[in-house]
């Protein structure tokens, strides 16, 4: 079993609609994050945590929010979907006071029509 | 702006060296990072150097950091059709207070057999 876990890993909805992306997380690590992945521009960041207390904006927070219900889950939501936030969404996680390493989910791919 | 920055695309053939070519922001920067990223997949680290070292090597990989130029490279020995994926590199910003990585666009690689 994936150590980080994304739900839905596919997902195509229409203008307007709520979406919610889910990840859960087997590594016990106290940091996760929300990437969001376009072509050519790389992976840029949404949102992160550092426990359930701790929510921070990463770069293009707008339009997003989060919500980090336990130490294991951190969840996405676009209250209202637009065609530009069309991409690859990717969950990762961190460990504590180490050199920085990242473990990433397989990706939410989602197509907003 | 803070630009880490990659091009996009390289094609090498079978057996040949790849060097893939990063330039990063911030001088101070504590770690930099080569995700890799295989079709249909999240990001893996390949390989990271902390920057006080100017060479690192792992089997086929060799990472050079030249601090003055703030340049970073990926050097792939023997490059095989296996090494065909996207290559990220990546920069943790002192002035995020270490908390999360600011990739570059991906370079494709293309390995010709």
């Known amino acids: 079993d994936a150590d980080v876990t994304q739900t839905p890993r596919n997902r195509i909805t229409k203008t307007g609609k709520r979406i919610m992306l889910e990840c859960s997380q087997t590594?016990?690590?106290?940091?996760m994050y929300w990437y969001r992945q376009d072509p050519g521009l790389g992976l840029r960041l949404i949102y992160y945590?550092?426990?359930?207390?701790?929510?921070n904006k990463g770069e293009i927070s707008d339009g997003y929010s989060v919500s980090r219900q336990a130490q294991a889950k951190f969840s996405l939501s676009l209250e209202s979907a637009i065609p530009n936030q069309t991409a690859l969404y990717f969950c990762?996680?961190?460990?504590?006071?180490?050199?920085?390493?990242?473990?990433f989910g397989e990706g939410s791919r989602l197509t907003v029509l | 702006g803070e630009d880490v920055e990659q091009s996009l695309f390289l094609s090498v053939r079978e057996g040949d060296s790849s060097v893939i070519n990063c330039t990063y922001t911030?001088?101070?920067?504590?770690?930099l990072y080569w995700y890799k990223q295989e079709p249909g997949a999240g990001l893996q680290l390949l390989t990271y150097?902390?920057?006080?070292?100017d060479m690192k090597q792992d089997q086929r990989l060799t990472v050079l950091l030249n601090k003055k130029d703030k340049h970073l490279s990926l050097r792939i020995a023997d490059t095989q059709t296996g090494d065909s994926a996207i290559y990220f590199c990546?920069?943790?910003?002192?002035?995020?207070?270490?908390?999360?990585?600011?990739f570059g666009s991906g370079t494709r690689l293309q390995v010709q057999p």
């Open positions: 990762a996680t961190r460990s504590q006071g180490d050199t920085g390493e990242l473990f």
């Open positions: 590594k016990g690590h106290d940091r």
């Open positions: 945590s550092f426990d359930v207390k701790d929510i």
């Open positions: 911030d001088s101070s920067s504590t770690y």
């Open positions: 150097i902390f920057s006080n070292m």
């Open positions: 990546a920069e943790m910003l002192p002035s995020t207070g270490r908390r999360a990585l600011t």
